[in-house]
């Protein structure tokens, strides 16, 4: 019997409910908020990948996906948001839900699909004009070129 790679990763990691954590995702959650949150933020704003290293806007966006997959868990029906909330005098931590393939916010993704859909006719018409193109481009023959002495 050969057992898959995430079957291996289920045996090594602690288990919860039949889960490797409580949040539904291969990673610790709250520990990865944690680390975004006391690690991860410039003084002058602008997130990092670690600590010492130099903000930018590449990590600014894949740090803040990661806070959002780690607040917005496929397991839960609320956030998980760490930190003190608007009425406890604190701030709101909690980021815009994220999809955890694409990196886009849902409503952006639901856009772009409605979008597509929407001119699904315009793009398949395109790519009939671009396959004749195409065929038209196989059927000419080119003529040798000559050599030229150097």
């Known amino acids: 019997m050969h057992l898959l790679e995430y079957d291996l990763i289920l045996i090594f ?31 002058r ?17 894949y740090t803040l996906s990661g806070l959002s997959v780690a607040q917005h868990s496929p397991a839960e029906d609320s956030p998980l948001v760490l930190g003190p909330s608007e009425e406890e005098g604190g701030g709101d931590n ?33 790519q009939e004009e671009e396959g004749e193109e195409e065929e038209e481009g196989d059927q000419t023959t080119s003529e040798p070129m000559e050599e030229k002495e150097v």
Do not use: M
């Open 45 to 61: 704003g602008g997130l990092l990948d670690k600590p010492g290293k130099s903000r930018d806007f590449y990590h600014t966006c």
């Open 94 to 126: 909690e980021v815009e839900k994220v999809h955890p393939l694409f990196n886009v916010t849902l409503g952006a993704l639901e856009g772009a699909r409605q979008f597509f859909f929407d001119h699904r006719e315009e793009a398949a018409e395109v």
């Open 13 to 43: 990691l602690p288990k919860l409910e039949n889960k490797p954590f409580p949040s539904g995702w291969l990673l610790d959650a709250a520990a990865l908020q944690q680390y975004i949150l006391a690690c991860c933020q410039h003084r």
